[in-house]
């Protein structure tokens, strides 16, 4: 993202993903049901190294380059709840998820976890 890279090089800004934060955040709340989206494979590499094994984790990975990949994303289970976490750098992708997510589920929560954008939907 130039935009960042600006701010980072010429205005000294600093720009961190919080995995480990998000997933603190998520552990207590995270229901049987429910299941964790990221949308590239680097997200899923860092979320996991800080869950574990066991955490119903699931990456849209589309290769390099190249957006979400959508016929990848888990199956939904009613009553269950969708967290989609995103990294600062990855919000350009969202939109095809989110839609999708909108389709069979609705926003309860989307809040910025330290550089991490965690959005709670509920699978109806």
Do not use: I
Not at 71 to 95: I, M, N, Q, T
Request: aromatic fraction near 12%.
């Amino acid at each position: 993202n130039a935009a960042r890279w600006s701010e980072s090089v010429f205005q000294g800004k600093r720009f961190r993903e919080d995995w480990r934060g998000a997933v603190e955040r998520l552990r207590p709340a995270l229901g049987t049901a429910d299941r964790v989206v990221v949308l590239h494979d680097p997200s899923w590499r860092a979320v996991h190294y800080y869950a574990g094994d066991g955490w119903p984790l699931v990456s849209l990975e589309g290769g390099p380059e190249r957006p979400a990949d959508l016929s990848r994303f888990p199956a939904l289970p009613p009553g269950g709840r969708v967290w989609l976490l995103a990294a600062w750098f990855e919000v350009p992708d969202l939109p095809p998820v989110e839609a999708r997510l909108a389709e069979h589920a609705r926003l309860e929560s989307k809040e910025w976890e330290s550089g991490v954008l965690v959005s709670r939907y509920r699978v109806e």
